[in-house]
């Protein structure tokens, strides 16, 4: 069963824009991570948000957290093209730390 | 550098074959895991470990099996490979407190 779900499916935006990606989950959580994959590739982990933290930064990315929305948001600014890929958000069910995975976002950046 | 490898980036087989996916990590995690990935449906989870000797079924087991007899490596098996296992296969690890996952690079299966 599918705990976080992101939204757009699909993203298609300029160079230099920002990119906003969403996650809905169903129960409550230890915490929430966001992964980028290349097409064809494995998962990359990129940032990790606890569920005592409301925002985090790293680099060119924002993520935000609200528990009580059951929601989180990933924004990468001045986007390029090298950050084509596609989003995952992934939760673990309080207690059982199984990574659990949405269907993702796909970025399209063009240059 | 940590590594999550797995076997294989590209396998054909046969409908009725038995195959192995091999995964392997080197980071001493206890936790590993196999997901298959199909467009629209994300990653679904098939079976995890533990520890070693340990396996317990995901959301989607029908099919498949798994082996873990050492801590570093985790097996998915698929006992007769049937045309709707065509897949990517994904394994990854964490320690035993949950924090980022590391992710081989995908075993792309085609059952024909």
């Known amino acids: 069963s599918q705990q976080g779900e992101e939204d757009p499916q699909a993203l298609s935006i300029q160079e230099g824009e920002n990119a906003t990606m969403n996650c809905s989950y169903k129960?409550?959580?230890?915490?929430l991570q966001w992964y980028r994959q290349n097409s064809g590739r494995g998962l990359v982990h990129l940032i990790l948000?606890?569920?005592?933290?409301r925002e985090k930064h790293s680099g060119r990315l924002r993520v935000t957290l609200d528990t009580s929305k059951k929601s989180s948001s990933l924004l990468i600014t001045a986007s390029r093209a090298a950050d084509t890929a596609s989003y995952f958000c992934a939760t673990d069910i309080r207690g059982s730390y199984i990574p659990t995975f949405g269907r993702g976002t796909s970025l399209i950046v063009h240059p | 550098d940590v590594k999550v490898t797995q076997s294989s980036r590209y396998l054909v087989k046969r409908t009725g074959e038995k195959v192995f996916l091999e995964c392997v990590q080197d980071?001493?995690?206890?936790?590993m895991f196999w997901y298959r990935q199909d467009p629209g449906l994300g990653l679904r989870l098939i079976y995890f470990s533990y520890d070693v000797k340990m396996k317990e079924k995901g959301d989607i087991p029908e099919g498949y099996s798994v082996s873990r007899e050492k801590k570093e490596r985790f097996s998915l098996i698929l006992e007769s490979a049937s045309t709707n296992q065509t897949s990517m296969y994904l394994c990854a690890s964490t320690p035993r407190v949950n924090t980022e996952a590391f992710f081989g690079q995908g075993t792309r299966l085609t059952v024909v």
């Open positions: 129960t409550s959580i230890n915490n």
């Open positions: 980071m001493d995690h206890e936790n």
């Open positions: 948000i606890r569920s005592n933290e």
